[in-house]
């Protein structure tokens, strides 16, 4: 088993639809969560940043981290062609490297 | 520049010759890493500096493969003697605040391919 799963799609959902994305991981001691988007040919860039367990929401982003079930979801409201990317969630224990998952490929068809 | 800064952005190079990328990270940031991202793969992790710490160098393939920091700012990835499965994307990544915070910041990228 990974460390991190994370479907990896492709997903295509219509405009404005509300979409969500998830990965599962095994290390416990994991307390910081990550999601990043990644467009074609760029470098990732991070979206939303959570430590412990919660929900966190900026715009139509929001984060959330279940540490009992080992589950982080990213959830985009009202969604846009331009939110077409491949997200990227991440996770550290804290004083290590991020551990990735593979990514999940979103489509936005307007 | 603001943000995190990889150069060359591309690099063709012939098999069996050596290459090095280089990377800057965002001033004042103490940790930097590197990983690779092949074609349709996730980010593997090659190597991770924090501060004046040994660098965590469990994620080099290979000896081929070396990266060193200089000042605790800009760091160099060598990769000797290349391969064709060497061709990907490498990416640099520098964070704030070593022994806890680890919101990580990317580079662009340099896209290396191999023939």
């Known amino acids: 088993q990974k460390e991190v799963e994370q479907d990896p799609g492709p997903l295509s959902v219509p405009e404005g639809a509300i979409v969500s994305l998830n990965c599962t991981y095994s290390n416990s001691a994991f307390q910081y969560f990550m999601w990043y988007r990644q467009y074609s040919r760029k470098g990732p860039e991070l979206l939303m940043y959570t430590y412990s367990s919660g929900n966190k929401e900026d715009g139509r982003f929001t984060a959330q981290v279940d540490k009992s079930s080992k589950y982080i979801s990213l959830f985009i409201r009202d969604s846009q062609p331009s939110d077409s990317a491949t997200y990227l969630c991440a996770m550290s224990e804290g004083n290590t490297p991020l551990v990735f998952g593979k990514g999940t490929r979103l489509s936005v068809i307007a | 520049g603001a943000g995190v800064s990889q150069s060359p952005s591309n690099k063709v190079t012939e098999k069996g010759k050596d290459v090095e990328l280089r990377c800057d990270p965002i001033s004042g940031h103490t940790a930097l890493y590197w990983y690779r991202q092949s074609l349709g793969q996730g980010l593997e992790f090659l190597i991770y500096f924090q501060g004046n710490s040994a660098p965590d160098k469990s994620g080099l393939p290979s000896d081929r493969f070396s990266a060193e920091r200089t000042g605790g700012s800009v760091s160099t990835l060598t990769i000797q003697r290349t391969q064709q499965e060497d061709s990907a994307v490498y990416l640099c990544?520098?964070?704030?605040?070593?022994?806890?915070?680890?919101?990580?910041?990317f580079g662009q990228g340099t896209r290396l391919t191999v023939v």
């Open positions: 990544a520098s964070s704030l605040v070593e022994g806890g915070v680890t919101e990580a910041f």
